[in-house]
T-cell receptor, first 109, second 114 residues
Framework: RKEVEQDPGPFNVPEGATVAFNCTYS??????FFWYRQDCRKEPKLLMS???SGNEDGRFTAQLNRASQYISLLIRDSKLSDSATYLC??????????FGRGTSLIVHP | GAVVSQHPSWVICKSGTSVKIECRSLDFQATTMFWYRQFPKQSLMLMATSNEGSKATYEQGVEKDKFLINHASLTLSTLTVTSAHPEDSSFYIC??????????FGPGTRLTVT
C-alpha cells in the first residue's frame, strides 16, 4: 500500500465550480501535512500547510482528519489558472516527507 | 517564500559520462536538502536525504555509488550522476528545508542521456 494516496483524476470542472480533493496517508505518526501545486514541467510550489484546526487562504481550504488519516483541499470559484496538479505531502519529525502522486485539475471556460 | 536555485536547468549528455547538478538555498540556511526524481506522469520519488556535513541517506533502490551527493555547506548540495545511461533521463528536483517543516523546491534539472 502506498504511503500517500491520491486520486490522479483528472478532475475536469467549469470555471466558477467548487472542487475538492482528498488524500489519504498510511503513517499515523505523520505530523506535518502540506498541499503543493505543480504546473506542467515545473517544480512543485507550496500552496498551503494543513493544520489540525484547518486552514483557509482565500478560495482554498485545507482540512485534516487524523482519525481517518486523510487531508482534503477545497477550491471554491475555480479559475482557469487553477489548472495544475495538486500534490499532498505527509511527513514531519523523523519521518521523511512523502508525496502523493498528485491530482490533476483542469478548469475549462 | 524562500528561494532555491538549481543549475543547470537542463542538460544533454552522452551515455557513460557524468553530470553534476547543483542545488543552492539563496536566502536561508538549509539544514536538510532532498533530492527527488520525477519521470513523466509519475510522482516525485525521493532519492536521498542530505544533511550538511554528513553522508547522505539513500532510499531503497537508489545506488549510492551512481548518484553521488555532497552537502558541503548549509547552502549547497550537489548530485552527480555517474556513468549516466538513457534510463537515467528524468527530471531531477532538489528541495531545501530550514528549521520549519516546509520544503522549498528548486526549479529542477531536466537530464537527457543519449
Amino acid at each position: 500500500r502506498k504511503e500517500v494516496e491520491q486520486d490522479p483524476g483528472p478532475f475536469n470542472v467549469p470555471e466558477g465550480a467548487t472542487v475538492a480533493f482528498n488524500c489519504t496517508y498510511s503513517n499515523s505518526a505523520s505530523q506535518s501535512f502540506f498541499w503543493y501545486r505543480q504546473d506542467c514541467r515545473k517544480e512543485p510550489k507550496l500552496l498551503m500547510s494543513v493544520y489540525s484546526s484547518g486552514n483557509e487562504d482565500g478560495r482554498f481550504t485545507a482540512q485534516l482528519n487524523r482519525a481517518s488519516q486523510y487531508i482534503s483541499l477545497l477550491i471554491r470559484d475555480s479559475k482557469l489558472s487553477d489548472s495544475a496538479t495538486y500534490l499532498c505531502v505527509a511527513g514531519g519529525g523523523s519521518y521523511i516527507p512523502t508525496f502523493g502522486r498528485g491530482t490533476s485539475l483542469i478548469v475549462h471556460p | 517564500g524562500a528561494v532555491v536555485s538549481q543549475h543547470p536547468s537542463w542538460v544533454i549528455c552522452k551515455s557513460g559520462t557524468s553530470v553534476k547538478i547543483e542545488c543552492r538555498s539563496l536566502d536561508f540556511q538549509a539544514t536538510t536538502m532532498f533530492w527527488y526524481r520525477q519521470f513523466p506522469k509519475q510522482s516525485l520519488m525521493l532519492m536521498a536525504t542530505s544533511n550538511e556535513g554528513s553522508k547522505a541517506t539513500y532510499e531503497q533502490g537508489v545506488e549510492k555509488d551512481k548518484f553521488l551527493i555532497n552537502h558541503a555547506s548549509l547552502t549547497l548540495s550537489t548530485l552527480t550522476v555517474t556513468s549516466a545511461h538513457p534510463e537515467d533521463s528524468s527530471f531531477y528536483i532538489c528541495s531545501a528545508r530550514a528549521t520549519g517543516e516546509e520544503q522549498y523546491f528548486g526549479p529542477g534539472t531536466r537530464l537527457t542521456v543519449t
